[in-house]
Structures are given as C-alpha cells and as structure tokens.
C-alpha cells in the first residue's frame, strides 16, 4: 500500500516530532499564551521559542496576533483530523498484519502439539 503524504501532513508531523512543540500545544489548549510566557514556561530562549512557534504556525497549529509589543498564540485552526486519518489507516494495516501473525503462530503451535502426540497405529 502506497501512500503519499501531503506537505501539510509532513510539516505537521515535523512540528509534532518535538517534545516542546508538543507541550506548547497543550499549554495553549488551555488559554493563549504570549511568546515570553512559552519562553518562561520552557525554560527557553525568546529566539527560541520564536523558532518553535514559527514551525507550529506554518504547520497551521497556531497562531498569532501581535498587539504592541507582545505577541499572543492561540490554537490553530487545524484540528488534526487528517493526521488522525493517516495514523488510523497505518493502524488498521499494522493490526491487519498482527492478527495474520497471530494465526501464523496458533498454526504452528498446533502443529507443535500434534506432532508431540503418540501416533495410533
């Protein structure tokens, strides 16, 4: 089964492959938050975290808005739904392939018990 990802599924997936990005997402799913809170949060530069909130943002994860001097990030729009979708089909296929293995193993473990039987002559 060939499947080609989107750009958008690789650059969300690019964005969900960093332990920060993961907790900024989760962080901001409970109230927006500026930069220089993340900063503080995360125990990272501005700079920083200026660079994470970018690859969140143009992976569609976030978003701000910059009032005066601070800039504020909220949740995205994305809702994952696609990403979701890509990982339940690879889901199916790898529980597919499991089962199969399972009834390979059953197979030969009965085989096993058989040929460990006295024959009848």
Same mark, same amino acid.
């Given at each position: 089964?060939?499947?080609?990802? $989107?750009?958008?599924?690789?650059?969300?997936?690019?964005?969900?492959? @960093?332990?920060?990005?993961? /907790?900024?997402?989760?962080?901001?799913?409970?109230?927006?938050?500026?930069?220089?809170?993340?900063?503080?949060?995360?125990?990272?530069?501005?700079?920083?975290?200026?660079?994470?909130? /970018?690859?969140?943002?143009?992976?569609?994860?976030?978003?701000?808005?910059?009032? /005066? *001097?601070?800039?504020?990030?909220?949740? /995205?729009?994305? &809702?994952?739904? +696609?990403?979701?979708?890509?990982?339940?089909?690879? &889901?199916?296929?790898?529980?597919? &392939?499991?089962?199969?293995?399972? $009834?390979?193993?059953?197979?030969?473990? *009965? &085989? +096993?018990?058989?040929? @460990?039987?006295?024959?009848?002559?």
């Amino acid at each position: 089964m060939v499947q080609h990802i $989107t750009p958008r599924l690789d650059a969300s997936f690019a964005a969900l492959s @960093d332990a920060t990005r993961r /907790g900024v997402l989760e962080r901001l799913g409970h109230s927006d938050a500026s930069i220089t809170e993340l900063a503080d949060r995360f125990h990272m530069t501005l700079t920083g975290m200026k660079k994470h909130v /970018g690859v969140l943002e143009q992976a569609g994860l976030v978003t701000t808005q910059k009032v /005066g *001097r601070v800039r504020t990030c909220s949740l /995205g729009l994305c &809702r994952l739904e +696609e990403e979701a979708a890509w990982i339940e089909g690879h &889901r199916r296929l790898w529980d597919a &392939r499991f089962d199969a293995l399972d $009834t390979v193993v059953e197979e030969l473990k *009965r &085989r +096993e018990t058989a040929d @460990d039987q006295p024959h009848n002559r």
